[in-house]
């Protein structure tokens, strides 16, 4: 609960405004409590990656489980991977806060983890694509999904600037180019309906 609060004033203030009193007003907590279970705003920002972390391993497996497809499944994972990012605003601090990790050891530990369980996820489901006959025979896999993770990072930041309809939409709409030509005819409606 504090975690995901955390994330939502994160989207809101960007790096600047986010404060131990902002996180607990949220979750209407005095700040002292915060201040016992995180020790400072660093504390916080830690415990938020470890949980992103975790977030990111579990999710691939919960939208799998909902969707009958690898490809419905894949195209969920990118989209609920990004939910917390409705708005160009807070795209713009969650990705200040990249910026943040970036620069800090332990907080790129964190964030490269995540990149390395996403990519995970995103091969893992491709394979199941090109195993069912999703995706053509002889698809590259692991270039597909390495394509795929590069293509929805840069529609966001994209969307971002264009501002042109929601992300979700942006993210399908660049989804669905990079994996079409990978798509046997027979499975193009799958693509669409995703």
């Known amino acids: 609960m504090i975690l995901h609060a955390a994330a939502r004033v994160m989207g809101r203030v960007g790096p600047a405004g986010l404060t131990l009193a902002a996180v607990a007003r949220e ?64 795209f713009a601090n969650h990705l200040a806060f990249l910026c943040m990790d970036l620069t800090d050891p332990e907080l790129y530990e964190r964030a490269l983890a995540v990149h390395r369980a996403h990519a995970q996820a995103i091969e893992e489901l491709l394979a199941e694509a090109a195993g069912t006959g999703e995706l053509r025979a002889g698809t590259d896999v692991a270039a597909l999904a390495r394509t795929v993770q590069a293509v929805t990072a840069g529609a966001g930041l994209t969307w971002a600037l264009e501002r042109q309809g929601t992300l979700e939409q942006r993210l399908r709409q660049e989804l669905d180019a990079v994996l079409s030509p990978h798509v046997p005819p027979r499975h193009s409606h799958d693509l669409e309906e995703a």
């Open 27 to 90: 979750v209407e907590l005095v700040p002292g409590t915060l201040v016992q279970r995180f020790g400072s705003k660093r504390g916080l920002l830690l415990a938020l990656a470890d949980r992103s972390v975790q977030y990111a391993s579990e999710l691939a497996g919960r939208v799998r489980q909902s969707h009958d497809s690898a490809l419905g499944a894949l195209a969920a994972l990118t989209v609920e991977s990004v939910s917390a990012m409705a708005t160009p605003e807070s």
